[in-house]
């Protein structure tokens, strides 16, 4: 079956294309081929990534739970203990941050809802 079937009523001539004038953007864009010297090219040998971090001593790290009331969760941390930095956090604080700010929002909600119990039985 060919691509260019379709379905027309009888005694209908067939939509002729309309060729139209590039529209005023495009004849002054900039040129997007540029000549070889502007170019840039994959090289031939593909070099292996480097590791711009220095790989941290297991001995050093220290891991640790602690619970975040704010965000009622669970955080897992590595610190290195020489800096005292944390390395790794889950989930991060931008993340605890914002559980935090959502469970307060609910917090204020259920504070000014009214009770569904009947108190008066």
């Given at each position: 079956?060919?691509t260019?079937?379709?379905?027309r ?28 010297t ?8 593909p ?42 956090q889950?989930?991060d ?9 959502f469970?307060?929002m609910?917090?204020q909600?259920e ?9 008066s039985?």
């Amino acid at each position: 079956m060919s691509t260019d079937f379709s379905v027309r009523p009888i005694g209908v001539s067939a939509p002729t294309p309309v060729a139209r004038p590039a529209p005023e953007a495009a004849r002054e864009a900039v040129r997007t081929q540029l000549p070889a010297t502007q170019s840039v090219t994959a090289s031939e040998t593909p070099k292996a990534p480097r590791r711009e971090s220095v790989q941290i001593d297991r001995e050093r790290l220290s891991r640790s739970l602690e619970f975040d009331y704010d965000s009622a969760e669970l955080v897992y941390k590595v610190v290195d203990q020489r800096t005292e930095n944390v390395v790794a956090q889950f989930p991060d604080e931008a993340q605890r941050r914002s559980r935090a700010y959502f469970r307060e929002m609910e917090r204020q909600k259920e504070a000014t809802r009214e009770p569904h119990t009947d108190l008066s039985a």
